[in-house]
């Protein structure tokens, strides 16, 4: 039988090897792929070989400065880690040859350090863009190598889960959950203690955690970035959910196409498997948990919390009536939680530091941090853990450096494409859960798109409205038909030939859908028009009566994909009669 | 009955049966199987039918619902290019117009030659890098029109784009 304690320990030993010669660290996480870490990683372990170096070089996730991919790390031994921004291939080899084998670290290249000072190189804690972060859920990502149990142990991994089965019982597990403050991170913000109270009174010997990580919102992509840097943390953080409700097994649901998620998040399950860390009788204990990866098809409904479950069942992901609520009849009319990547990623640290050091972060009502994914026109893009109560214009001018176009900031799009926007004269609100909802925007899953003055409101809201149209499950008419609808609406306002009428016919097509739809996505579907409206009625209104966009960002004609759906029912189902089935 | 057609019936029973997770499911089955041979053939969905115990209906209503299933053989080339609000405020249209010149397509759609396909993505997760595109599984950041055309133009008499082992 594993114990907790010889896993720690090989772990450490491990951990320390590793610190006995260089280590280069190559962020090779999605946003460093598309700036070509791959081709580092290569050249590094290339010239590392080349010069018959003992160094290791490993892929690891995302630290969240997406903006300095392809970012390399090199740690010397009793060293700390020195950090190098926008590496390319021949710059990698360059690093070798003088900090490796000529000991000049180049302060000229470096972005920062970790860990202590070198001469000549600002500590990366001193940086804007890191300063403010706090960093919890996303502690180990773009440090350990995705996926390596022992590199998660040996930073404290594990801790929480072994302290709840050794330590506590199930109700104070939640208890603790409860007094931490934590609420969902997935964009409804409910108190994480409270649903698990919900499923762990339900009745039955089946019950499940549903871990959502589809993610389809553009502009927010910090799930993904958990699964792909440091997946443990989720497998942790739901196996100690499943002990405090009595669940048999999680899913972690991912979208089909997201390879790094998948295959990590894949591997680190086996993993645990083997080291007795899933499966039955976890760490010698009564307690038996079961996990597996679940993949949906490309539709952004699917992560909704009943249509979820309709995927994972393998259906068309359409949303269920409520009630029955998922905590009685869930997951094949089981009792189910649904609790988003972020907030079960923030568990094992609540359950070994405690409930109450969590809540002394954050404001009065939310707790904890906020894991913010900057993009758009933002001079420093990536994914930042910050304290919640930080105004949004500390967010978007220290941490991300303003726009970086010379021109300020017109307007942010935030909590996904049914958020809305805000516009600039908003940016000294609070970023907390409530604040920003009474300001009209929604903090969702933590995605901000910073746009400029160049940005025609018309323009924006109509790639939102499109997307919507387009991800419109179906099930509902007034989702469906409005969409489509305010779409066609907003095609004739963006090409100068809107009507007197139109933004009348669209706050009634909004009402409606707003009333008669199942689900948020039809619910909150004129929610990018309302804000907009409130925040930049000027570019409609020179739309509607100067018949011109104000910035000439909209196009005419817009190339948007197709439209209906289902696809080619006549000429396949025609040719393939299934009559004899 | 060709043996091509049972040589496809095999890969896809061999698809739909490989799945690693111990949940199989229509869904699960049929993104097997788009994975394995790169499009839903009429044959997959029989295959799909037969090894859940659903209808053939069923499983056509689970298909024709996501929009990353293809019902016809995709092109040598897949080029997914980016819509997400964030690439479209850096200039994703741009991009898009130069991919279509530069296919000839007027949108969606697979050239005539079959040698491409072209995909708008509703976002690609990469908005730290945005525009992004994604050309044969090999994703691309802070993409300009020129670039597009250049990606493209490289690949019109090589084999499918293979990322560097």
Request: glycine share 12%; hydrophobic share 40%.
């Amino acid at each position: 039988m594993t114990t907790y304690a010889t896993l720690a320990q090989e772990a450490r030993a491990h951990w320390a090897a590793l610190h006995e010669r260089p280590w280069i660290r190559v962020g090779t996480a999605i946003c460093g792929k598309a700036a070509g870490a791959q081709e580092v990683l290569h050249a590094l372990r290339r010239a590392v070989e080349r010069r018959g170096i003992p160094a290791t070089v490993t892929p690891v996730g995302c630290i969240g400065l997406c903006f300095a991919e392809p970012l390399v790390d090199i740690q010397k031994p009793g060293r700390p880690r020195i950090f190098y921004q926008k590496v390319t291939p021949h710059l990698a080899a360059t690093l070798v040859e003088d900090y490796l084998l000529q000991d000049n670290p180049r302060p000229d290249l470096a972005l920062g350090t970790l860990g202590g000072r070198v001469e000549g190189i600002a500590p990366l804690e001193e940086h804007p863009a890191w300063k403010p972060q706090v960093r919890i859920a996303t502690r180990n990502c773009g440090t350990v190598e995705p996926a390596n149990l022992a590199h998660y142990i040996a930073n404290g991994g594990y801790q929480g889960l072994a302290k709840a089965l050794t330590e506590m019982k199930p109700a104070q597990v939640i208890e603790e959950v409860t007094k931490s403050g934590l609420r969902g991170r997935g964009g409804a913000a409910f108190s994480t203690g409270a649903k698990w109270n919900f499923l762990a009174r339900a009745p039955g010997p089946v019950k499940y955690i549903l871990v959502n990580c589809e993610e389809g919102d553009p502009g927010a992509f910090n799930d993904k970035g958990i699964l792909e840097s440091d997946p443990f943390t989720l497998i942790e953080g739901c196996t100690i959910a499943g002990y405090a409700t009595g669940a048999t097994k999680g899913y972690v649901f991912i979208r089909h196409g997201h390879e790094g998620p998948i295959t990590f998040t894949r591997k680190a399950i086996q993993e645990a498997y083997k080291a007795g860390l899933l499966g039955k009788n976890i760490l010698g204990s009564a307690f038996s948990f079961d996990m597996e990866v679940a993949l949906t098809g490309e539709s952004y409904v699917s992560g909704e919390e009943t249509a979820l479950m309709e995927a994972i069942e393998g259906k068309r992901a359409m949303p269920r009536s409520r009630p029955p609520f998922p905590a009685q009849v869930g997951l094949w009319g089981k009792p189910s939680n649904i609790n988003n990547v972020k907030t079960l990623s923030y568990v094992p640290e609540v359950v070994a530091r405690g409930g109450a050091w969590f809540a002394s972060i954050g404001t009065e009502k939310s707790k904890g941090t906020a894991i913010v994914c900057l993009s758009g026109q933002v001079a420093r893009p990536g994914w930042y853990e910050v304290p919640f109560g930080l105004t949004l214009r500390r967010v978007v001018e220290d941490i991300g450096g303003g726009t970086g176009t010379g021109r300020p900031v017109k307007l942010l799009q935030t909590g996904g494409p049914l958020g809305g926007v805000l516009g600039a004269e908003r940016l000294d609100i609070a970023l907390d859960f409530d604040g920003m909802a009474q300001a009209g925007a929604i903090f969702g899953s933590g995605g901000i798109i910073v746009a400029d003055t160049a940005t025609c409101a018309v323009d924006l809201v109509r790639n939102l409205v499109a997307f919507c149209q387009f991800e419109s499950c179906g099930k509902c008419f007034p989702c469906r038909l409005g969409f489509t609808h305010m779409l066609e609406v907003l095609d004739r306002i963006a090409a100068g030939q809107g009507r007197p009428s139109d933004l009348e016919a669209m706050r009634t097509i909004g009402q409606a859908m707003s009333l008669g739809s199942l689900c948020g996505h039809g619910q909150l579907g004129f929610n990018p028009v309302h804000s907009a409206l409130r925040f930049c009625a000027e570019d409609f209104r020179i739309h509607l009566e100067e018949r011109r966009c104000p910035t000439g960002a909209c196009e005419p004609r817009l190339s948007l994909p197709k439209r209906t759906r289902p696809e080619p029912v006549g000429g396949w189902y025609a040719r393939h009669s299934y009559a004899h089935h | 009955m060709s043996s091509s057609d049972e040589a496809l019936r095999q890969r896809i029973r061999q698809a739909i049966a490989s799945q690693p997770q111990p949940t199989v499911t229509v869904l699960s089955s049929l993104l097997a199987v788009q994975d394995a041979v790169g499009w839903l053939p009429p044959e997959a969905i029989e295959e799909v039918a037969r090894h859940t115990g659903a209808t053939v209906n069923d499983v056509w209503a689970v298909a024709s619902f996501y929009t990353n299933f293809r019902f016809t053989p995709p092109g040598i080339h897949t080029i997914e290019v980016c819509w997400g609000p964030t690439c479209h405020l850096l200039g994703a249209q741009a991009i898009l117009r130069a991919v279509q010149e530069a296919l000839g397509l007027p949108g969606e759609g697979d050239t005539p030659d079959k040698r491409f396909s072209l995909k708008l993505n509703t976002c690609l997760g990469a908005c730290a890098q945005a525009p992004a595109l994604l050309l044969d599984h090999h994703l691309y950041g802070r993409v300009t029109p020129e670039q597009a055309r250049r990606l493209l133009q490289g690949l019109n008499h090589t084999a499918p784009h293979q990322e560097a082992p």
